[in-house]
C-alpha cells in the first residue's frame, strides 16, 4: 500500500429547510400559503482538490484533482400542522443527474409523537444521525466506527416507517421502526436491494433510546457538536437486527448490530467551552462477511475559544477511530485539527491532519482544509 499525503480543500454548501418540530433547523427560503402551510426550498453543493502522492498516472508523482464530491437539493413542506414532510436529492456518482435520499411523510399526532413513513435516516447511533455537516470538525468523520452504510442504506437512508417521540419535557427521546434493510443503496443511477441467496425476506427493525441529563437535544436528525452553545450530558443506545440481513452469492445470516454513545458539552471553562464524546459499536453478520463484523470505538474531544478572532472563534479539536474486524484487520485512524467558526454550522473553516493505520499495511498520512456553508 503507498504512502499518500493529501492536500484537500473541500467547499461545502449543505442546505435543508425549518422541517418539523422534531428536526434540527436550517437556513432555507420559505414560502407560507397561510397557517402551518409552507414550502421552503434549499441547496448545497461539496466539492474537493485534493493532491495525493504517488497518485498520478505514472506512480510516482503527485495527482492534482478538482472533484464534485456532493450536490443536493432539499425540499420541505406543510399542509397543516399535523402532517409535514421533506425530499432531499444527491447527485448520482457519475455526475449525471439526481437520486432520491430523503423522500419522507410526517404525521404529528401529539406535539411529542410522530410517525414518519418514507425514505430517511433509520434509528442510529448519534454519529450516523448527525451526519457529514454537524459532527466536530465536520465531515462524516466516524466512518471507520460508524459503519451504517453496509446494513440499512449508504449514508444511513433506507425505506420503512418509524414512531420518533419524546418524554419527559423532551429530555428522553426514543425511536422505533420497520425498514428494508439489506440495502446496498449507494449515489448511482443504478441502486438497488440485494435479494436473499435463498429466497426469505425480513424486516430490519431499528430503534434508539437517550436521556439528556442537562440541555435538551430535540430534533431526530441529530448534531454531533454544539458549538458552546449549550450544556450538554446526553448518553444513547441502538441497535438493528434483521433476519438474512447479510447476503453474499453463496451465503446468507443474521445481522444485527448495537451501539453506545456519550456527549458531553459544558460552556464556561476558561475562556471557552469544552466537549467529549464517544461510542462503542459492536456489529455481527453470522460470519458472513467477516471483514464487516467485529467491535469499534470512537471518541472526540474539542475546545471553542468564546472570544472571537476576526470573523470567527477557533475549535482545535482531536478524533480517534477503531473498527477490530473478526478477520483480524485492524483499522484505526487519529485526526488532529482546528476549526475556524464562523456561523456555527452554517460556515466554518478547518483544517485536519488525518493518520490511518492498517494492520499489514503502511500508515496513511494525509491533511485536509474544508469550508463548510449553509444557506
Not at 40 to 45: D, E, I, N, P
Not at 110 to 121: E, H, N, Q, V, Y
Not at 227 to 246: E, H, P, V, W, Y
Not at 321 to 327: E, H, I, K, T
Amino acid at each position: 500500500m503507498k504512502h499518500l499525503n493529501k492536500l484537500a480543500w473541500s467547499v461545502a454548501l449543505a442546505t435543508t429547510a425549518t422541517l418539523t418540530p422534531v428536526m434540527s433547523s436550517h437556513a432555507a427560503g420559505t414560502i407560507t400559503f397561510g397557517e402551518d402551510r409552507y414550502i421552503s426550498l434549499g441547496f448545497g453543493m461539496r466539492g474537493s482538490y485534493s493532491r495525493v502522492e504517488d497518485g498520478a498516472g505514472n506512480g510516482s508523482s503527485y495527482s492534482n484533482d478538482f472533484s464534485l464530491d456532493s450536490g443536493r437539493i432539499y425540499l420541505s413542506g406543510s399542509l397543516n400542522k399535523y402532517i409535514k414532510g421533506m425530499l432531499n436529492t444527491e447527485k448520482d456518482i457519475a455526475g449525471q443527474g439526481f437520486q432520491v435520499i430523503d423522500a419522507v411523510g410526517i404525521f404529528q399526532m401529539t406535539p411529542d409523537i410522530s410517525i414518519w413513513a418514507g425514505r430517511f435516516l433509520s434509528p442510529s447511533d448519534r454519529a450516523n444521525m448527525a451526519g457529514p455537516y454537524y459532527s466536530l470538525g465536520g465531515g462524516y468523520w466516524a466512518g471507520i466506527a460508524s459503519r451504517y452504510g453496509f446494513n440499512g442504506g449508504y449514508i444511513g437512508r433506507d425505506d420503512g416507517v418509524a414512531l420518533v417521540a419524546t418524554a419527559f419535557d423532551q429530555r428522553l427521546a426514543y425511536s422505533f421502526g420497520a425498514f428494508e434493510g439489506n440495502t446496498a443503496f449507494q449515489i448511482a443511477p443504478v441502486a438497488d436491494e440485494v435479494e436473499s441467496a435463498r429466497g426469505s425476506d425480513g424486516l430490519m427493525y431499528a430503534g434508539r433510546l437517550q436521556y439528556s441529563f442537562w440541555d435538551t437535544e430535540p430534533g431526530y436528525y441529530g448534531t454531533g457538536n454544539y458549538l458552546g452553545t449549550k450544556d450538554i450530558f446526553t448518553i444513547g443506545i441502538a441497535g438493528r437486527s434483521q433476519k438474512n440481513g447479510a447476503v453474499s452469492a453463496t451465503d446468507q445470516g443474521q445481522y444485527y448490530s448495537y451501539s453506545a454513545d456519550l456527549l458531553i458539552e459544558k460552556q464556561n471553562v476558561g475562556p471557552g467551552a469544552v466537549s467529549f464524546e464517544a461510542a462503542y459499536y459492536r456489529y455481527d453478520t453470522d460470519k458472513v462477511f467477516r471483514s464487516e463484523e467485529g467491535k469499534a470505538y470512537s471518541a472526540g474531544a474539542g475546545y471553542i475559544f468564546n472570544e472571537k478572532v476576526g470573523w470567527g472563534q477557533i475549535q482545535p479539536f482531536v478524533r480517534y477511530q477503531r473498527f477490530d474486524a473478526d478477520n483480524n484487520i485492524d483499522l484505526r485512524q487519529t485526526d488532529l485539527g482546528v476549526a475556524y467558526i464562523i456561523d456555527g454550522y452554517n460556515a466554518q473553516i478547518s483544517g485536519v491532519y488525518s493518520h490511518l493505520k492498517e494492520t499489514s499495511q503502511s500508515n496513511t498520512d494525509s491533511f485536509f482544509v474544508t469550508l463548510q456553508l449553509q444557506f
